[in-house]
């Protein structure tokens, strides 16, 4: 549960690139083509129009209002919506893949009890990737083994169930409602989600106030809640911010069947071509199972999903 991503000198080579690129082509910002005509590209050098982005003036988090009257919170929002909106790989990239895993988010969400706003935390999280950072946190929900553990996932070389996207959505939704408990808002649990319980107890504490939006906290935590509420406004209005995505380009759902097993697994590969897939879409669709065989004597119920025929070429 730790944000690890470095936006600093990646973003700003992305960026860059994505400058040169709109100077010798055809300029494109947040929506906006700049045409130039034949005679004016022979004879003068083509200068890129770069415009500041509207930032919306009301905006809530799980029902929670953003207090964008403030001028330092209006500014780190402004501040998250240019970054992420002029890195814009990464944004089509999270959009397209929005497509496909808010419709398996969203009702796993429903089902804890935690307001549909925190699926843009898994954004901010992983980038709905199945990554491992840099401190060993894993998974959509990026949870450290010892976390994961304690709120009751299995954890080791065959099984790792902070990539079972519906157990792990489980205990972050477990972990936030209890941080919210503590702190009394939704914005708190989320900042809790990635300073810890005792950093941001600790710091209320020092600095004698309650909310996030009045606490000066380290760099990544006084950006996370600003970084979660900039995916929802660009996710939610991408066209607003110039990402123009037809249908056909959104990475779809891929419809599974579930096969309970409580027995050993001897050879995945062997299994996977028995349920008419292979090693490979076994593993993608099961990024939990982590080793090339299931040594289970325990005899537990483990939920193995297949997908449907029609979605791979074998």
Not at 82 to 107: D, G, Q
Not at 200 to 218: E, F, G, V, W
Request: charged fraction near 20%; proline fraction near 4%; aromatic fraction near 12%.
């Amino acid at each position: 549960m730790h944000f690890l991503s470095k936006i600093g000198l990646a973003a700003t080579a992305v960026f860059l690139s994505g400058l040169f690129i709109a100077a010798i082509q055809s300029p494109k910002v947040a929506g906006q083509t700049i045409e130039t005509s034949v005679s004016e590209q022979q004879q003068t050098p083509q200068i890129l129009r770069v415009e500041a982005l509207d930032i919306p003036r009301v905006m809530t988090f799980a029902g929670e209002s953003v207090p964008l009257q403030d001028t330092d919170v209006r500014e780190r929002l402004d501040r998250e919506i240019h970054v992420n909106t002029y890195w814009h790989s990464n944004m089509l990239l999270m959009i397209k893949k929005a497509n496909r895993f808010f419709s398996e988010i969203e009702p796993l969400l429903k089902k804890y009890n935690l307001p549909d706003d925190f699926k843009y935390l898994a954004v901010a999280e992983s980038g709905l990737d199945n990554v491992t950072s840099s401190a060993g946190a894993s998974g959509f929900w990026q949870f450290m083994r010892a976390t994961g553990k304690q709120y009751g996932l299995e954890i080791n070389s065959y099984v790792d169930e902070r990539y079972n996207l519906e157990l792990a959505t489980k205990v972050a939704s477990e972990y936030l409602r209890n941080s919210k408990e503590l702190f009394g808002s939704w914005t708190n649990a989320a900042a809790a989600y990635n300073a810890g319980n005792a950093g941001i107890s600790k710091q209320m504490k020092r600095q004698d106030a309650t909310d996030y939006y009045n606490l000066l906290l380290n760099p990544e935590t006084g950006r996370y809640v600003f970084r979660i509420l900039a995916f929802k406004e660009i996710l939610s209005n991408p066209e607003k911010y110039g990402f123009f995505v037809n249908q056909d380009d959104l990475y779809q759902a891929i419809p599974t069947n579930t096969i309970v097993v409580d027995t050993p697994i001897e050879d995945f590969a062997k299994f996977a071509k028995q349920q008419g897939i292979n090693y490979k879409i076994l593993k993608i669709h099961n990024p939990w199972l982590r080793d090339t065989f299931l040594k289970n004597a325990s005899g537990k119920k483990y939920h193995i999903k297949i997908p449907k025929p029609g979605y791979y070429i074998l």
